[in-house]
């Protein structure tokens, strides 16, 4: 199957014949280490853990986290969850050393496009306090993660999130990596058609791709993003306005946006809020009902829950809460979004969750790109269908 080539832009770094080999062999290898090797957890599961805690406790382990603590012990898991996650920093590592070589280029192609004329626009705040659980963590291993800021006018972050992100899906998110938000935009059109945005708000945008595909989707509609890394947001600025798309990025925090009240017909979430913590999670919510129009819809794709999953299943997919920079990945997948809604003020009446439209079938890759991995370790990395909640206001 050949490989989905991301589609470039202006401030997309470009990799030498050197670079680029080292970026495929790493995501085919990683591709080989979840579809060839991590099923092996399975079955050092079945024939020695599971009859071994049978044996000492009379029963099978009650949830992910006595499975854990066995597995843990485990040198196949071991050997498996190394293999991951040293994947995972080459990967990123390989990124950053395009990024390196040509970071003066694309700081100065940024600047000029955002001095230039535009059809978005760009707003930080000098002085902004980024909350502690972004900046204090590299989510997903990245170096620096969403937060860092190297030097003056720095796109590193995003240049970072936009190409490792790509190859770390394996192409699933799309040539433009907007496949979230082209998802996010099916999913608004089943389950509410009369739902006719003209401002709409993402929170958490980080480089920008999931609000590309939203304004692809909503061609009519104002696009407001924010996020809290300046070095993200000069990168996605760039990158929407090298393709010619209106957008308007803001550095904010969404637990105390500046926005009026009601000031959006639709605000989303995509992917987002199990990058932040539990707390956040309930003031995110607070605060999208309070800018969220009379009628508008919220909506948050996100992690589905371990409700109704069995205790396996559950420790495989939690495999990122202790791997992977994830602290709050667990324990989104046990939050209760219905009772967070609740909390917020929004009428539980007007609530939904379930699955729906993937990022691949967005996309239409299901027959370009690999979509379901045999088995894994964590993360799905975008395959299948995505998980959603919603509420109305």
């Known amino acids: 199957m050949a490989a989905l080539k991301q589609e470039p832009h202006a401030v997309l770094p470009t990799a030498t014949l050197d670079e680029a080999a080292r970026q495929a062999f790493l995501n085919q290898t990683g591709k080989h280490v979840l579809n060839e090797i991590t099923p092996g957890n399975k ?36 050997m498996t969850s190394s293999f991951q996650r040293s994947i ?12 390196e070589r040509q970071l003066p ?41 969403y937060s860092a800021d190297l030097m003056e006018d720095d796109v590193t972050a995003g240049a970072l999130y936009d190409r490792g992100a790509f190859i770390y899906t394996q192409g699933l998110f ?22 006719k945005p003209k401002k709409i708000l993402e929170i958490g945008c980080t480089a920008g791709g999931s609000t590309t595909g939203l304004a692809m989707m909503f061609p009519d509609a104002e696009l407001h993003a924010i996020d809290v890394g300046p070095a993200l947001l000069r990168y996605a600025h760039a990158r929407a306005e090298s393709w010619g798309v209106p957008i308007h990025f803001h550095q904010m925090n ?19 809020l199990h990058e932040t913590s539990r707390t956040a999670t309930f003031n995110i919510f607070k605060e999208a009902r ?15 829950p371990y409700k109704g999953v069995d205790a396996w299943t559950q420790f495989v997919r939690d495999w990122d809460t202790y791997n992977n920079n994830e602290p709050y990945w667990g324990t989104m997948h046990e939050l209760e979004l219905k009772e967070v809604a ?32 045999k088995k894994f370790m964590g993360s799905t990395r975008g395959g299948g269908q995505a998980w959603y909640a919603g509420v109305s206001k």
Not at 174 to 195: F, H, S, V, Y
Not at 290 to 304: A, N, T
């Open 174 to 195: 799309g040539a433009r990596m907007d496949g979230i938000g082209k998802a996010a935009a099916m999913m608004i059109r089943q389950t509410r058609p009369d739902l």
């Open 88 to 99: 995972q920093e080459m990967m990123w590592n390989s990124v950053d050393e395009s990024i």
């Open 254 to 272: 969404a637990e105390a946006m500046t926005f009026a009240d009601e000031s959006f017909d639709l605000v989303c979430c995509l992917a987002s």
């Open 43 to 78: 079955a050092v599961y079945d024939k020695h853990v599971l009859p071994a805690f049978q044996r000492a406790h009379g029963r099978a382990p009650a949830d992910r986290h006595e499975i854990r603590k066995e597995m843990v012990r485990q040198p196949y898991y071991q």
């Open 105 to 145: 280029s694309l700081i100065a192609t940024a600047k000029k496009i955002a001095n230039g004329k535009t059809k978005g626009s760009l707003k930080l705040q000098p002085g902004f306090e980024i909350p502690g659980y972004i900046k204090h963590n590299d989510h997903h291993a990245t170096p620096g993660g």
């Open 290 to 304: 309070r800018v969220l129009k009379s009628g508008g819809l919220f909506l948050c794709s996100e992690l589905p």
């Open 342 to 373: 609740a909390t917020a003020g929004f009428d539980t009446s007007k609530y939904f969750e379930g699955f729906g439209p993937g990022v691949a079938a967005a996309n239409a890759l299901t027959s370009a790109v690999e979509v379901d991995n």
